[in-house]
């Protein structure tokens, strides 16, 4: 059970600090999730879902939550949000409002990469590119693996893969 007493009711104009549609607006009728491709990762981004912790004021639980990393930038969202409310943007607002909060953070879709070659593992949706007539695995870093090896030991040259390589494991 949610406790609503600790909530933070100022986060809100916290996180949304800068120009990203009225979130006040959003009346939860999930159009956005319709439409969203994360919507369907392996780790589903549930936009509308954030954007009401935000309104809730639950710091605590939207600190931990990984899954505003896992939008891949389409803005479909906004397109289809009916209240004007930029989903996008407050998914962007609250990956700077977790980095701002806590330096060491290190987002689920950082290790994702450093594994993969993409910030959702494509090889998960084999049986549907199959369907779609699409080969199993696309032809990007995810098909060759040489490829991803040198992308990886490049990675390994960075300061958070240095400073956090149990994190990082191939
Ligand atoms: S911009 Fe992000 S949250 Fe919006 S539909 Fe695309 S992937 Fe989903
Ligand atoms: S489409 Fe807009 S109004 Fe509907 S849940 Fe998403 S953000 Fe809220």
Redesign the pocket.
């Known amino acids: 059970m949610i406790d609503l007493t600790k909530a933070n009711h100022h986060l809100w104009k916290e996180i949304m600090e800068e120009d990203a549609g009225d979130i006040r607006r959003c009346f939860n009728c999930g159009t ?1 999730v319709s ?5 369907e990762a392996e780790t589903p ?1 549930m ?1 509308r879902r954030l954007v009401r912790m935000v309104l809730l004021g639950l710091e605590e639980k939207l600190l931990e939550d990984g899954t505003p990393w ?9 397109e289809m949000c009916p209240m004007g409310v930029k ?2 943007e407050v ?1 962007l607002a609250i990956r700077r409002w977790q980095t701002r909060k806590d330096e060491t953070y290190i987002p689920l879709s950082t290790t994702e990469v450093f594994q993969t070659g993409h910030t959702q593992p494509v090889e998960k949706v084999g049986e549907l590119r199959r369907s779609l007539g699409l080969p199993e695995i696309p032809p990007t870093i995810a098909k060759f693996t040489e490829l991803l090896k040198k992308f990886q030991a490049m990675l390994r040259e960075t300061e958070i893969v240095k400073n956090n390589d149990y994190m990082f494991k191939e």
């Open positions: 956005c439409g969203c491709p994360a919507a981004l936009i896992m939008c891949v930038t389409c803005t479909a969202c906004e989903p996008f998914g």
